[in-house]
């Protein structure tokens, strides 16, 4: 006969107890049964209607009708986790079981407060990272009934991938858990969906395995790592857990990503000092000659005396230096706010290479090489910006390189873009720092601030001039060997490229058959250049390709060669072919050169300028000879 306060004294358990039959109906139950495990079965009833279906249930339910001691995890109705012991009954005594629950798993938010605390205490102590993911782990062990507990956090930059932060215990044996799978499916659907997910961990040999949660670190913006909890064997996670896990992963992701910003401001603020120092260097290095050249030129002109042509040109020099800095200031603030704008239109990139490649040519006591593909490749780009690119590509290969080595700019096509290489065998960039050139204001370590000046903004410019375009710009470089730069663009749909007209040169002494031949050349479409005073004309042709120069026969020696000197000097990137207008071939042209009528003859004409421009010049082909293709 049992006291009559046994039933009080069970209530200070922590266990709480029921006996069921062999056909696993309630036969007793203590009174505080519900209060214990959240779910109240019915005497007289089935035991199995207050739990959730799943193995743990099955194996239940299989000791108690073989008459089985069992000890293991269920899930309850009220999604909670519980641990069950099985007791046979004793001798004598109807055929069934003592069943005992207790809580298992965290199915109360006095152990969440902790892990939250102690989350909350690493964070005012330090912003290091892993220092506060060392602090969750450890806290989550202590305070949640978890084995194991490691934080992962997502790689910063363009490698991607998961780097394990923390772990709450370094035994020095082997762990299954070691062996982390970053592309198993819980963790890349927990990443994926943000919602925390259920997984098996395979043991060695038999043993068996034990189950974790994989929980997201979400933060407001993004997902920044992976929480995962290891269970004892046989265990498994309440509903109820995942969510308390979930908020307290949460917390643990904004503590992870305001210690990210706060390295991104130091980071910032480091990057700011230093181009402060930077830029007063950079702008006073120009300033101070000008200065000085200026004092010295107005002390000579209060003198009377004559101001010396080199003092002008040395001020101007300075002035454009910095007019260059304050030009890449402007443009980076642009950038930032999503302010430059580029205005496209057809554009040849082997004439604006070779134009731009002339330049530095006659600016510089150093060799270049240009080679472009024989046909012609047309992209779609604002020609300023594109030529600002390659400029600064130019200059820094310059800058960078031994006096008097060879500097390479290579174009090539292929179906859907073109690519310009900028190849030099200058001091190279180091490794660790290529991934960094084209962020702003960002100087290689190798990069002497003393022997090599600028701002750090050139390629950060370049960089985002290319991606405007649709294209992209990137390195390849060895330290001590050299880098080669390569501008990718997309490249111009066929059908526009058909829709461009050819430009044709027109030199012809007389006005009227200078008339009636740009009449009839654009009449069939051809965009015609007339040159009657030499230079100016010359100079605006150089902006676009020239396809053929119509040369009247007539014209003087002394005019043609006058002519075609000056075309000679501008910079192109392929040979000329040249039709001659006239009854007969002057002595000074060469033998196979075709010629037309003149006065001139529509259908002749067109047919003649048409037949040229389908015919590839060959070796001794009447062409103004291209001058920069191999300098």
Known sequence: MLPPDFENALAHLPQATLRVGRDLKVQWLEADFANKVGVAPTLGHGLLEVFEFGRSRDALERAIREGREHEGHVITSAMRQVRVQVKRTGEGEPEGAWLFFEPSGLDDEGAFSQVVQEVARAVGETLEVDNVCAAAVTALVRCARVRRAEVFLCEE???????????????????????????????????????????????????????????????????????????????????????LWTAAAGQLAVAVENARLLREAQAALRVREEFMSIASHELKTPLTPLKLSLFTMERRITTGQPVELSSVLKSKRQVDRLAGLVDDLLDASRLELGKLDVSRAALEVGQLVAEVVDQFRHAFDRPFTVDVPRQRVWVQ???????????????????????????????????????????????????????????????????????????????????????????????????????????????????????????????????????????????????????????????????????????????????????????????????????????????????????????????????????????????????????????
């Open 381 to 631: 780009g604002d020609r300023d910006r594109l030529e600002q690119v390659l400029v600064n590509l130019l200059e820094n290969a310059h800058k960078y390189s031994p006096a008097g080595e060879l500097i390479l700019v290579e174009v090539q096509e292929s179906e859907d873009e073109v690519r310009i290489h900028v190849k030099d065998k200058g001091i190279g960039i180091p490794g660790a720092d290529q991934a960094q050139v084209f962020q702003r204001f960002y100087r290689a370590r190798n990069v002497s601030h003393r022997n090599f000046g600028g701002l750090g903004l050139g390629l950060f410019i370049s960089h985002s001039i290319c991606k405007l375009h649709g294209g992209n710009l990137t390195l390849s470089s060895a330290e001590g060997i050299g880098s080669t730069f390569t501008v990718a663009l997309p490249r111009m749909a066929s059908r526009e490229v058909r829709k461009l007209p050819p430009r044709v040169l027109l030199l012809d002494e007389d006005r009227q058959h200078e008339a009636e031949a740009e009449r009839v050349l654009r009449g069939e479409g051809f965009e015609v250049l007339t040159v009657r005073n030499g230079d100016d004309a010359l100079r605006n042709a150089a902006a676009l390709p020239v396809d053929l120069i119509l040369l009247s026969a007539s014209a003087s020696q002394q005019e043609v060669g006058i002519f075609l000197e000056t075309f000679a000097t501008l910079p192109r990137a392929r040979p000329v072919p040249i039709l001659l207008a006239g009854s007969r071939r002057p002595a000074w042209a060469w033998e196979g050169t075709v010629l037309c009528s003149r006065p001139y003859r529509a259908d002749e004409l067109i047919a003649r300028v048409r037949n040229t421009l389908a015919l590839t010049p060959e070796a001794g082909w009447p062409v103004a000879e291209e001058t920069s293709v191999r300098m």
């Open 157 to 243: 930059g363009n490698q991607g991938g998961l780097r394990r932060a923390a772990v709450s215990d370094l035994a020095g044996c082997e762990s299954p858990e070691d062996a982390f799978d970053p592309s198993a499916d819980p963790f890349l659907q927990a990443l994926g969906t943000r919602r925390a997910q259920i997984g098996i961990q395979r043991g060695y040999g038999d043993a068996m395995g034990s189950i974790f949660a994989a929980v997201p670190l979400c933060a407001p913006r993004r997902t920044v790592g992976l929480l995962l909890l290891y269970k004892e064997q046989g265990a498994s996670f309440s509903v109820r857990e995942l969510d």
